[in-house]
T-cell receptor, first 114, second 110 residues
Framework: AAGVIQSPRHLIKEKRETATLKCYPI?????VYWYQQGPGQDPQFLIS???????DKGSIPDRFSAQQFSDYHSELNMSSLELGDSALYFC?????????????FGQGTRLTVV | DAKTTQPNSMESNEEEPVHLPCNHS???????IHWYRQLPSQGPEYVIH???SNVNNRMASLAIAEDRKSSTLILHRATLRDAAVYYC???????????FGAGTRLTVKP
């Protein structure tokens, strides 16, 4: 069965550079979540989208932006990268709706800022 | 999302049952109780969810208190592969906000 695909799996950037992370949800899933997980920390919710519109916002820095496209894939754009942005970034997808369906997570993108 | 409280860590012996508690005293009527787990170096993985009644699936059981202010994830026979961080999350079905708190790190001893 198709899973959530994230690319790239690994990314190394220098301070002040920009990075774009991509997420391809499971087919027919209309909701996407982004999370940041620093070393030894719990996943922190950044932002979510439902039907290509921003749904909820968490602790996403102003330097970051995200969107969901017409094919439901999502991109997280990160500018003016800082050392503290080094983390695992997870994307998750689910079917929207009111019945509490489960979310499926990708394997993550490991971003290292040097 | 309403806040949840879980123990930082728990230990279990292999092939014994494990009961992982979660307190969510400020839960609202529209909050589903979700459990996820994260194995080392992997993304979180769905375990189970429920609203009011106890739930069973092939991975685990979820026991929900009558007042819904607490719940317990039950692994019937822990294996070494169940060693992970377990997260209890409340998700309001009216929105798409799904936030992780501090989970429970489960260690399974052979």
């Amino acid at each position: 069965a198709a899973g959530v695909i994230q690319s790239p799996r690994h990314l190394i950037k220098e301070k002040r550079e920009t990075a774009t992370l991509k997420c391809y949800p499971i087919p027919r899933h209309d909701t996407v979540y982004w999370y940041q997980q620093g070393p030894g920390q719990d996943p922190q919710f950044l932002i979510s989208f439902y039907e290509k519109m921003q749904s909820d916002k968490g602790s996403i820095p102003d330097r970051f932006s995200a969107q969901q496209f017409s094919d439901y894939h999502s991109e997280l754009n990160m500018s003016s990268l800082e050392l503290g942005d080094s983390a695992l970034y997870f994307c998750a997808s689910r079917s929207g709706g009111r019945r509490g369906t489960e979310a499926f997570f990708g394997q993550g993108t490991r971003l290292t800022v040097v | 999302d309403a806040k949840t409280t879980q123990p930082n860590s728990m230990e279990s012996n292999e092939e014994e049952p494990v009961h992982l508690p979660c307190n969510h005293s400020t839960i609202s009527g529209t909050d589903y109780i979700h459990w996820y787990r994260q194995l080392p170096s992997q993304g979180p993985e769905y375990v189970i969810h429920g609203l009011t009644s106890n739930v069973n699936n092939r991975m685990a059981s979820l026991a929900i208190a009558e007042d819904r202010k607490s719940s317990t994830l039950i692994l019937h026979r822990a294996t070494l592969r169940d060693a992970a961080v377990y997260y209890c999350i409340l998700r309001d079905y009216n929105n798409n906000d799904m936030r992780f708190g501090a989970g429970t790190r489960l260690t399974v001893k052979p």
